[in-house]
């Protein structure tokens, strides 16, 4: 990070947003893994940040894709009509790939064409029968953290034009608030 953003940046802003957003030692991060998540300015961008209010959008996600009617919850509701069967209320207890059939609650084993899972990788890996050795090491190697997610709704309109802030300082328990009414 040093080399990249130099000894302000990084001290101030970089080291204290990547012990914030990934709980995790910047030593132990390869800028290739964060790259595509941080902006990486040139001189005359810092330069013209530091003296004006720039209104240079940056970073990965300053262009995305978010449904024009119905919120987020037009996602679900766009594949559920090719969906044939729903199980509410299950846990997939264990995947049989190779058949490709999936027991729930340890009661019954449907069949699948196609399997979504929102499980993380390592939970996933522990479900799935037949896992070679080498994929199993590597599961439980993968670093993650988990956060909490609380949404609000507050009854005043146009708060703001931005989709997201970040807080970084410490004063905050929160590390961002969104605006989900400016995705789309």
């Known amino acids: 990070m040093y080399q990249v953003f130099g000894k302000g940046i990084t001290d101030y802003l970089m080291v204290p947003y990547a012990y914030r957003i990934w709980t995790i030692n910047p030593e132990k991060m ?13 001189i005359e961008e810092i330069i013209d940040g530091a003296i004006r209010d720039s209104s240079k959008e940056a970073g990965f996600n300053i262009e995305f894709w978010y449904p024009v009617k119905g919120g987020i919850h037009a996602l679900p509701n766009g594949f559920l009509n090719h969906i044939k069967i729903v199980n509410l209320n299950s846990e997939a207890k264990k995947i049989y790939l190779k ?7 340890y009661e019954n084993k449907e069949s699948y064409d196609y399997l979504v899972s929102t499980l993380p990788l390592p939970e996933l890996i522990k479900i799935i029968d037949e896992v070679p050795p080498d994929v199993k090491k590597a599961a439980n190697n993968l670093l993650n953290n988990s956060i909490y997610c609380v949404n609000l709704g507050i009854d005043r309109p146009n708060i703001t034009d931005k989709h997201w802030m970040y807080f970084y300082e410490d004063d905050f ?3 961002r608030i969104s605006f989900p009414m400016n995705f789309s």
Not at 30 to 42: A, H, L, M, S
């Open 30 to 42: 390869n800028y290739d893994w964060i790259k595509r998540r941080v902006p990486t300015p040139d």
């Open 99 to 105: 058949k490709k059939k999936v027991e729930i609650n």
């Open 173 to 175: 328990v929160f590390h």
